[in-house]
């Protein structure tokens, strides 16, 4: 169509996981938190839905930023808000690459919206592989290959995605140091994880930590995510984000978040334990299983292939997701929902292998 640029009409859309409409499905396929938000947070957002739904929001989400500060102990000015961390991501790539021009660089395989984002800027995409097991090359097995660290803008995601791998903060700070480029530390499974990588955001001008609101914290239908970095980094991202870019709900809901930290923390506990019980159960039966430091598994599954089993686990109404990509094609990622969400996946695992 001739309305529509030439470029656009070239790019592929990101593809989300499943979102079903149908009931008594057993969902693990887009790594919610199967726990609920605590009740302090739906009291405060049914409390918020009044009169002030005619109104515009805090333009800036100058609570929720100074609350943030205070919980990562930075200034107000070394945090901004987005419509979820993807948005912010999305930012990054007009604010710090130049189209045409300069190259967005990520490992393989990661988020798959990294791709998505550098087409839609017309930038270079400069991709590199983990290493078999999905952990990161070392910096002289980057510097011996295709790596480029003047890249404009590195992407790392940490944990791993779709791996669940971990990475040690010493690891990400040689990385970091070594790079000329911005470098945005994707921490959204890090609630997780062992170990975070916030000291490098203030340790380096060049580092951004990307947050989310939606994996631990049980708001992915809010849409909140953040960066906390260098103020002038920060800045450049304001500059070119929408006005009144994060509703207010969202807003009232992170903030409630943020004042019952303990009864996250707990559930963090419970999903990490589930998480390793899982891991057994399936290895027992013969999946192939990687270790996580997230909210999912990946899994090598036994006797048939991967997308066979997802096909065969849809049919038993369980949602999981399997993606296409050479690297992971022969893996299931599953999310860690409830225990009675993980038995029916475990019930249902075994009756098709006895089939």
């Known amino acids: 169509m001739k309305l529509i640029r030439k470029h656009v009409q070239q790019l592929q859309a990101y593809v989300p996981g499943e ?24 009291e405060a957002v049914k409390a918020a839905v009044d009169g002030r739904l005619r109104l515009y929001p805090n333009p800036t989400a100058q609570e929720l930023r100074e609350t943030l500060a205070k919980v990562h102990g930075v200034s107000p000015g070394n945090m901004i808000v ?13 604010a710090f690459v130049a189209p045409g021009k300069d190259a967005i660089q990520y490992f393989t395989p990661s988020y798959s919206l990294y791709p998505v984002l550098a ?16 952990s ?39 990385l970091c140091k070594a790079q000329k480029g911005v470098v945005i530390l994707d921490e959204a499974y890090v609630d997780f994880a062992e170990e975070h990588a916030m000291t490098l955001a203030t340790k380096h001008s060049h580092v951004l930590v990307s947050r989310t ?28 984000r929408d006005s009144y870019n994060v509703n207010g709900l969202g807003q009232v809901a992170a903030l409630a978040t943020l004042r019952d930290l303990p009864y996250y923390r707990t559930n963090f506990k419970e999903i990490i334990r589930l998480r390793e019980q899982v891991a057994a159960a399936l290895a027992s039966v013969g999946f192939v299983v990687l270790p996580s430091q997230t909210n999912f598994l990946l899994v ?22 399997w993606f296409s990509d050479l690297r992971v094609k022969d893996y299931l990622r599953i999310s860690i929902g409830s225990e009675k969400e993980m038995g029916a996946l475990m019930r249902t695992v075994k009756a098709i292998l006895k089939r």
């Open 213 to 240: 609101f939606s994996k631990a914290y049980s708001l992915c239908f809010q849409r909140i995510g953040y960066f906390v970095g260098e103020a002038k980094l920060i800045s450049a991202l304001d500059k070119i």
């Open 82 to 94: 987005g419509n979820g961390s993807d948005e912010l991501l999305a930012l990054a790539t007009r």
């Open 119 to 134: 087409n839609i800027h017309n930038a270079t995409r400069n991709e590199v592989a983990l290493k078999e097991d999905f």
């Open 136 to 174: 990161l090359p070392t910096l002289a097995e980057l510097q011996a290959g295709r790596w480029n660290f003047k890249a404009a803008l590195t992407y790392v995601t940490t944990p791993n995605a779709p791996s669940g791998r971990g990475y040690s903060t010493a690891d990400l700070g040689a």
């Open 300 to 321: 090598k599954p036994p006797r048939l292939a991967a997308h066979t089993w997802q096909r065969k686990l849809r049919e038993h109404n369980v949602l999981v997701r």
């Open 19 to 42: 979102q079903p409409n149908g009931r008594g499905l057993v969902k693990l396929n887009t790594n919610e938190n199967p726990c609920p938000p605590s009740p302090k947070v739906l």
